[in-house]
């Protein structure tokens, strides 16, 4: 079945980086879009970047200029790389992914099907 698996979380001061991957499963069905959310203590889970399957993405308003969503379908990996981080960004890092079509906003928890165990990003 389908698996994702997030990796390179850890703790970083203000103002510096972190990149964080997914693994996902060489053979699982083509997926339409992937997607990185977070949650922050005491937070609704939010959409941070959403990547299709056409390479569109969208970001957070907030997050625009500093994060960026990739994929290396070579490495079956989706990653997010993180710059100039905040100490707002701390929270649980989650990957998702979907192969349905959708019509609502690609944010949306329903619009994924599929969700990894996340990882903690902590700034100082």
């Known amino acids: 079945h389908v698996q994702l698996v997030e990796s390179g979380g850890g703790s970083v001061q203000a103002g510096g980086s972190l990149r964080l991957s997914c693994a996902f499963d060489a053979y699982t069905p083509a997926n339409v879009r992937m997607a990185w959310f977070r949650q922050a203590p005491g937070k609704e889970r939010e959409g941070v970047a959403s990547l299709a399957s056409d390479g569109s993405s969208i970001y957070a308003n907030s997050l625009k200029g500093r994060f960026s969503i990739s994929i290396d379908n070579a490495k079956n990996s989706l990653d997010l790389q993180m710059n100039s981080l905040k100490p707002e960004d701390t929270a649980m890092y989650y990957c998702?992914?979907?192969?349905?079509?959708?019509?609502?906003?690609?944010?949306?928890?329903?619009?994924?099907?599929?969700w990894g165990q996340g990882t903690q990003v902590t700034v100082s």
């Open positions: 998702a992914s979907d192969s349905r079509p959708w019509q609502g906003s690609w944010f949306n928890d329903a619009a994924y099907a599929v």
